[in-house]
């Protein structure tokens, strides 16, 4: 069974440009969350889609990052306009319904110069 | 709200040595405490998990972890660490929602 799936794995782009990660879950995993590590920080939650619709979304740093999960599969998150300070590695994680494990992708390193 | 700390950023060991990595958690409920293990250029994965019952709690590599609650710490701990243990640990813990909320990691190097 496939694990969880990020791409891009880097993304290099300049202050001001946008950037869209994706995340594809474990299939059937009803539970998806995003979580960000800022270089020298703990990993952070940003937030929690059940199916397609957001539960949780109290860790989005501002209005320019967008998180979508059209259909209840994969997911997206759009960083737009980009600043240095979104610099970080992005995770996704996914989980069953009620499960209690999290399985984490691999995750995709933003850089902003 | 949850908090952890793990105290060591970074811990050097030798090989075959015995190693302890430190968790202490703060909450207001009953939580759930993980540990996730990243080895270079990989994932975070799941090592172990404590969400009741028996407080020692074991993975299939060799690590335990002990829920003490009036300590408040999830303490990992191997008798005997080997090589390929080089990673990164977070010990994490979840409240009544799903959110986990991770500490700041520590760096195991197991040197020959």
């Known amino acids: 069974e496939a694990g969880v799936t990020q791409f891009p794995s880097h993304s290099v782009i300049e202050k001001g440009q946008t950037v869209t990660l994706r995340c594809d879950p474990i299939?059937?995993?009803?539970?998806l969350y995003w979580y960000r590590r800022v270089m020298g920080k703990e990993i952070k939650f940003l937030l929690h889609?059940?199916?397609?619709?957001?539960?949780?979304e109290s860790g989005m740093p501002n209005n320019r990052f967008l998180a979508e999960r059209t259909g209840g599969t994969y997911s997206t998150l759009k960083v737009q306009p980009a600043e240095l300070e979104d610099s970080g590695v992005y995770f996704c994680?996914?989980?069953?319904?009620?499960?209690?494990?999290?399985?984490f992708g691999p995750g995709t390193r933003l850089t902003v110069l | 709200a949850q908090s952890v700390t793990q105290l060591d950023s970074q811990v050097p060991v030798f090989e075959e040595a015995p190693v302890e990595l430190r968790c202490n958690y703060s909450?207001?409920?009953?939580?759930?405490l993980f540990w996730y293990v990243q080895y270079p250029n990989q994932g975070l994965q799941l090592l172990l998990k404590?969400?009741?019952?028996?407080?020692l709690v074991e993975s299939i590599n060799g690590f335990e972890a002990e829920f003490n609650k009036s300590q408040t710490s999830f303490h990992l701990r191997k008798p005997s660490v080997h090589i390929s243990d080089t990673a990164e640990y977070f010990c994490?813990?979840?409240?009544?929602?799903?959110?986990?909320?991770f500490g700041k990691g520590t760096l195991l190097t197991v040197n020959p």
């Open positions: 994680a996914s989980s069953l319904l009620g499960g209690f494990g999290q399985f």
């Open positions: 299939s059937g995993h009803d539970n």
């Open positions: 889609f059940v199916k397609e619709s957001k539960q949780d």
């Open positions: 909450s207001s409920v009953s939580v759930y």
């Open positions: 404590y969400l009741s019952g028996s407080t």
């Open positions: 994490a813990v979840r409240g009544s929602n799903y959110k986990l909320t």
